[in-house]
Protein backbone atom coordinates (compact mmCIF):
# COMPACT_ATOMS: atom_id res chain seq x y z
CA UNK A 1 0.00 0.00 0.00
CA UNK A 2 1.53 3.84 -0.85
CA UNK A 3 2.18 5.34 1.79
CA UNK A 4 1.02 8.83 2.87
CA UNK A 5 2.88 12.20 2.43
CA UNK A 6 1.29 15.19 4.69
CA UNK A 7 2.44 18.79 4.22
CA UNK A 8 0.70 22.34 4.49
CA UNK A 9 0.41 24.90 1.74
CA UNK A 10 -0.06 28.76 2.58
CA UNK A 11 -0.32 31.63 0.18
CA UNK A 12 -1.73 35.32 0.10
CA UNK A 13 -3.93 34.67 -2.76
CA UNK A 14 -5.09 31.67 -4.93
CA UNK A 15 -7.19 31.13 -7.68
CA UNK A 16 -8.89 28.29 -8.56
CA UNK A 17 -10.62 29.03 -11.97
CA UNK A 18 -14.05 27.45 -12.41
CA UNK A 19 -13.74 25.91 -16.32
CA UNK A 20 -17.15 27.70 -16.60
CA UNK A 21 -15.95 30.83 -16.21
CA UNK A 22 -13.87 31.52 -18.87
CA UNK A 23 -13.42 35.50 -19.23
CA UNK A 24 -14.44 36.59 -15.66
CA UNK A 25 -12.42 34.74 -13.25
CA UNK A 26 -14.28 33.22 -10.55
CA UNK A 27 -12.20 30.71 -8.09
CA UNK A 28 -13.98 27.47 -6.76
CA UNK A 29 -14.25 27.98 -2.88
CA UNK A 30 -11.29 25.34 -1.63
CA UNK A 31 -8.10 23.71 -4.37
CA UNK A 32 -9.02 21.65 -7.43
CA UNK A 33 -6.83 18.01 -7.11
CA UNK A 34 -5.04 19.16 -10.30
CA UNK A 35 -4.18 22.41 -9.11
CA UNK A 36 -2.53 20.32 -5.88
CA UNK A 37 -1.08 18.13 -7.87
CA UNK A 38 0.80 21.14 -9.83
CA UNK A 39 2.15 22.52 -6.58
CA UNK A 40 2.96 18.83 -5.26
CA UNK A 41 5.17 18.58 -8.99
CA UNK A 42 7.09 21.60 -8.61
CA UNK A 43 8.40 20.11 -5.07
CA UNK A 44 8.98 16.70 -6.66
CA UNK A 45 8.76 15.64 -9.87
CA UNK A 46 9.72 12.02 -12.37
CA UNK A 47 6.89 12.16 -14.91
CA UNK A 48 8.46 9.26 -16.61
CA UNK A 49 8.10 7.17 -13.16
CA UNK A 50 5.53 8.67 -11.13
CA UNK A 51 2.62 10.85 -10.56
CA UNK A 52 1.15 12.37 -7.80
CA UNK A 53 -1.99 11.80 -5.61
CA UNK A 54 -3.98 13.85 -4.24
CA UNK A 55 -5.81 11.99 -1.21
CA UNK A 56 -7.36 14.73 0.85
CA UNK A 57 -7.72 18.57 1.08
CA UNK A 58 -8.35 20.06 4.81
CA UNK A 59 -9.00 23.88 4.83
CA UNK A 60 -7.32 25.20 7.87
CA UNK A 61 -8.20 28.95 7.38
CA UNK A 62 -11.90 30.22 6.81
CA UNK A 63 -12.69 31.18 3.53
CA UNK A 64 -12.75 33.95 2.11
CA UNK A 65 -13.20 35.87 -1.11
CA UNK A 66 -12.01 39.35 -2.97
CA UNK A 67 -12.55 40.35 -5.87
CA UNK A 68 -11.03 43.67 -8.20
CA UNK A 69 -10.30 44.24 -11.42
CA UNK A 70 -6.94 43.66 -13.39
CA UNK A 71 -5.79 44.63 -16.68
CA UNK A 72 -4.97 41.63 -19.19
CA UNK A 73 -4.49 41.08 -22.66
CA UNK A 74 -6.35 39.19 -25.23
CA UNK A 75 -3.79 38.23 -27.81
CA UNK A 76 -0.53 35.63 -27.27
CA UNK A 77 3.26 36.22 -28.15
CA UNK A 78 3.70 35.81 -32.09
CA UNK A 79 6.54 33.53 -33.23
CA UNK A 80 8.79 37.38 -33.51
CA UNK A 81 8.43 36.98 -29.45
CA UNK A 82 7.42 40.79 -29.48
CA UNK A 83 6.11 41.48 -25.93
CA UNK A 84 2.54 42.42 -24.95
CA UNK A 85 2.21 45.24 -22.28
CA UNK A 86 -0.83 45.02 -20.34
CA UNK A 87 -0.10 47.94 -18.33
CA UNK A 88 0.88 50.24 -21.07
CA UNK A 89 -1.32 53.02 -22.63
CA UNK A 90 -0.29 53.98 -26.30
CA UNK A 91 -1.28 52.06 -29.47
CA UNK A 92 0.82 48.53 -28.00
CA UNK A 93 -1.89 48.00 -25.71
CA UNK A 94 -4.92 47.66 -28.26
CA UNK A 95 -5.60 43.51 -27.37
CA UNK A 96 -5.62 45.06 -23.43
CA UNK A 97 -8.47 44.30 -21.72
CA UNK A 98 -9.94 45.04 -17.60
CA UNK A 99 -11.32 41.81 -16.59
CA UNK A 100 -13.76 41.10 -13.02
CA UNK A 101 -11.49 38.11 -11.09
CA UNK A 102 -12.73 36.66 -7.83
CA UNK A 103 -9.83 35.36 -5.44
CA UNK A 104 -9.77 33.60 -2.09
CA UNK A 105 -7.54 35.53 0.10
CA UNK A 106 -4.97 34.16 3.57
CA UNK A 107 -5.45 30.57 2.50
CA UNK A 108 -3.93 27.82 4.15
CA UNK A 109 -4.18 23.70 3.78
CA UNK A 110 -3.34 20.90 4.95
CA UNK A 111 -2.69 18.07 1.45
CA UNK A 112 -2.36 14.48 1.94
CA UNK A 113 -0.80 12.70 -1.26
CA UNK A 114 0.59 9.71 -1.96
CA UNK A 115 3.06 8.59 -5.21
CA UNK A 116 1.66 6.34 -7.55
CA UNK A 117 4.58 4.30 -9.79
CA UNK A 118 3.89 4.50 -13.68
CA UNK A 119 7.54 2.36 -13.84
CA UNK A 120 10.39 1.39 -12.23
CA UNK A 121 13.27 3.70 -12.79
CA UNK A 122 16.88 3.74 -11.31
CA UNK A 123 15.73 4.51 -7.81
CA UNK A 124 13.41 2.47 -5.79
CA UNK A 125 9.97 3.12 -4.52
CA UNK A 126 11.26 4.20 -1.13
CA UNK A 127 13.97 6.14 -2.59
CA UNK A 128 11.54 8.44 -4.14
CA UNK A 129 9.60 8.73 -1.05
CA UNK A 130 12.62 9.38 1.11
CA UNK A 131 13.94 12.42 -1.69
CA UNK A 132 9.76 13.50 -1.59
CA UNK A 133 9.83 14.36 2.16
CA UNK A 134 13.60 15.34 2.39
CA UNK A 135 12.87 18.55 -0.39
CA UNK A 136 9.59 18.80 2.12
CA UNK A 137 11.58 19.26 4.74
CA UNK A 138 14.31 21.68 3.39
CA UNK A 139 11.56 23.22 1.55
CA UNK A 140 12.96 22.95 -1.81
CA UNK A 141 11.39 23.21 -5.08
CA UNK A 142 12.08 23.07 -8.90
CA UNK A 143 10.04 26.25 -9.48
CA UNK A 144 8.23 28.35 -7.49
CA UNK A 145 4.91 26.93 -6.39
CA UNK A 146 1.57 28.68 -6.89
CA UNK A 147 -2.08 28.49 -6.24
CA UNK A 148 -4.27 28.32 -9.55
CA UNK A 149 -2.24 31.35 -11.11
CA UNK A 150 1.55 32.07 -11.25
CA UNK A 151 1.23 35.13 -9.23
CA UNK A 152 -1.10 33.13 -6.58
CA UNK A 153 2.70 32.38 -4.46
CA UNK A 154 2.37 29.09 -2.42
CA UNK A 155 4.32 28.36 0.43
CA UNK A 156 4.88 25.13 1.94
CA UNK A 157 6.02 22.99 4.82
CA UNK A 158 5.46 19.75 7.02
CA UNK A 159 2.37 19.56 9.12
CA UNK A 160 1.34 21.56 12.20
CA UNK A 161 -0.30 18.88 14.08
CA UNK A 162 -2.01 21.55 16.41
CA UNK A 163 -3.65 23.31 13.27
CA UNK A 164 -7.58 22.19 13.45
CA UNK A 165 -9.79 22.09 9.79
CA UNK A 166 -12.32 24.68 9.74
CA UNK A 167 -16.22 23.74 10.83
CA UNK A 168 -17.28 24.25 7.95
CA UNK A 169 -19.11 21.84 5.25
CA UNK A 170 -20.05 22.48 1.13
CA UNK A 171 -21.28 20.64 -1.43
CA UNK A 172 -19.59 22.61 -4.39
CA UNK A 173 -21.24 20.20 -7.30
CA UNK A 174 -19.24 19.13 -9.99
CA UNK A 175 -15.69 20.32 -10.05
CA UNK A 176 -12.46 20.00 -12.05
CA UNK A 177 -10.61 16.74 -11.03
CA UNK A 178 -7.63 17.38 -14.21
CA UNK A 179 -7.37 18.20 -17.29
CA UNK A 180 -5.49 15.03 -19.11
CA UNK A 181 -4.95 11.66 -18.22
CA UNK A 182 -2.16 11.99 -15.13
CA UNK A 183 -1.48 7.90 -15.38
CA UNK A 184 -0.24 8.90 -19.09
CA UNK A 185 -1.35 5.79 -21.20
CA UNK A 186 -0.08 5.46 -24.36
CA UNK A 187 -2.30 6.53 -27.51
CA UNK A 188 -4.86 8.47 -25.61
CA UNK A 189 -5.35 12.10 -25.82
CA UNK A 190 -5.51 14.59 -22.98
CA UNK A 191 -8.99 15.39 -21.46
CA UNK A 192 -11.08 16.70 -19.23
CA UNK A 193 -12.23 14.92 -15.72
CA UNK A 194 -14.36 15.98 -13.11
CA UNK A 195 -15.90 14.86 -9.89
CA UNK A 196 -18.28 15.84 -7.23
CA UNK A 197 -16.84 17.72 -4.81
CA UNK A 198 -17.92 17.84 -0.81
CA UNK A 199 -15.86 19.48 1.88
CA UNK A 200 -17.14 17.94 5.57
CA UNK A 201 -15.98 19.74 8.54
CA UNK A 202 -13.04 21.46 6.75
CA UNK A 203 -12.14 18.02 5.00
CA UNK A 204 -12.71 17.04 1.14
CA UNK A 205 -11.67 13.49 0.30
CA UNK A 206 -10.50 13.01 -3.24
CA UNK A 207 -11.05 9.71 -4.98
CA UNK A 208 -8.66 7.48 -7.01
CA UNK A 209 -8.34 8.50 -10.50
CA UNK A 210 -8.76 5.70 -11.66
CA UNK A 211 -11.94 5.25 -9.91
CA UNK A 212 -14.59 5.39 -13.02
CA UNK A 213 -17.59 5.47 -10.84
CA UNK A 214 -16.32 8.90 -8.89
CA UNK A 215 -14.24 10.51 -11.53
CA UNK A 216 -16.44 11.31 -14.55
CA UNK A 217 -14.83 11.07 -17.94
CA UNK A 218 -15.27 11.54 -22.05
CA UNK A 219 -16.48 8.09 -21.85
CA UNK A 220 -19.05 8.23 -18.94
CA UNK A 221 -22.20 10.21 -19.36
CA UNK A 222 -23.48 11.81 -16.40
Known sequence: MAKDIVLEIWGDFACFTRPECKVERLSYPIPTPSAIRGVLNAIYNKPEEFYWQVKKIEVL???KFISFKRNEVK???D???NVIYADSTDDTAKGRTQRQTTMLKDVWYRITANIEILQKGKITENQIYE?????IENGKCYYQPYLGTRECVAYFGE??????PINESLDIGLMLYDVFDITKPKGIKSFI???KAKMNNGIMDIPQF?????VIKPTRRL
Open 61 to 63: KPI
Open 210 to 214: NDDES
Open 75 to 77: GKI
Open 159 to 164: RNKNQK
Open 79 to 81: SQF
Open 131 to 135: QAIRR
Open 193 to 195: TLF
